[in-house]
């Protein structure tokens, strides 16, 4: 069965920093593009980041961009998400998600293949 288990939120100050992980088990990570998503009570689910099958491509929502990196060590079976400069604005749960295919951040929650039960972060002074 395929797994994927958000872990790192939690509640940080406004400017502070975060670093998300998302380990995968039951599937081989190296065949699969990652994908972060965020989702705020009442809000629509939106794509954070997404990051190639083999690390080399990347792509951010503007609203992230110079603040957030993703990144990926295929032989740990995880992705990262570091969080810089956080603004109450990004609190939110973040999932992972898995994509057999090429992906952007526009490319729609719905198309993936695989989710996480996500991770809580609060940013609050």
């Known amino acids: 069965q395929v797994q994927l288990v958000e872990s790192g939120g939690g509640l940080v100050q406004p400017g502070g920093s975060l670093t998300l992980s998302c380990v995968m088990s039951?599937?081989?990570?190296?065949?699969?593009?990652i994908g972060w998503f965020r989702q705020a009570p009442g809000q629509e689910r939106e794509g954070v980041a997404t990051?190639?099958?083999?690390?080399?491509?990347?792509d951010y929502a503007d609203f992230v961009k110079g603040r957030f990196t993703i990144s990926r060590i295929n032989s740990k079976n995880t992705v990262y998400l570091q969080m810089n400069n956080l603004k109450p604005e990004d609190t939110a749960m973040y999932y992972c998600?898995?994509?057999?295919?090429?992906?952007?951040?526009?490319?729609?929650?719905?198309?993936?293949?695989?989710w996480g039960q996500g991770t809580q972060v609060t940013v609050s002074s």
């Open positions: 990051i190639s099958d083999s690390g080399r491509v990347t």
């Open positions: 998600a898995a994509h057999s295919g090429y992906i952007v951040v526009r490319n729609p929650w719905n198309e993936y293949d695989a």
């Open positions: 039951g599937f081989t990570l190296d065949y699969y593009a």
